[in-house]
Nanobody
Framework: QVQLVESGGGLVQAGGSLRLSCAAS????????MGWHRQAPGKHRELVAT???????VYADSVKGRFSISRDNTKNTVYLQMNSLKPEDTAVYYC???????WGAGRDNYWGQGSQVTVSS
């Protein structure tokens, strides 16, 4: 059993910053890629950023230069630093991690519970 717990969402004014965290716990042998996605009302879930193991990163064009993804493998945690936030960044943000629970089992994709980020104009 693996759980991903997110923290750090909230309400911020345009131009402000927030930092999201996502920590995995439970039966963990190894973790591969980690990422953040978001879903705005009435829209499909979209990729925000991913980070592999080791640390190769990919960002959506809409967040390049403003958001930064990082990971702490000692804590099984992925972070998303969001700067220069815009109202169009308003969405529920979901983390995901590819977790291998036992050696040779392969990695399954686990999701966090979602964190609301609201950016006011």
């Amino acid at each position: 059993q693996v759980q991903l717990v997110e923290s750090g969402g909230g309400l911020v004014q345009a131009g402000g910053s927030l930092r999201l965290s996502c920590a995995a716990s439970g039966s963990i042998f190894s973790i591969g890629g980690m990422g953040w996605h978001r879903q705005a009302p009435g829209k499909h879930r979209e990729l925000v950023a991913t980070i592999s193991n080791p640390r190769s990163v990919v960002y959506a064009d809409s967040v390049k230069g403003r958001f930064s993804i990082s990971r702490d493998n000692t804590k099984n945690t992925v972070y998303l630093q969001m700067n220069s936030l815009k109202p169009e960044d308003t969405a529920v943000y979901y983390c995901n991690e590819y977790v291998e629970t036992t050696w040779g089992a392969g990695r399954d994709n686990y999701w966090g519970q979602g964190s609301q980020v609201t950016v006011s104009s």
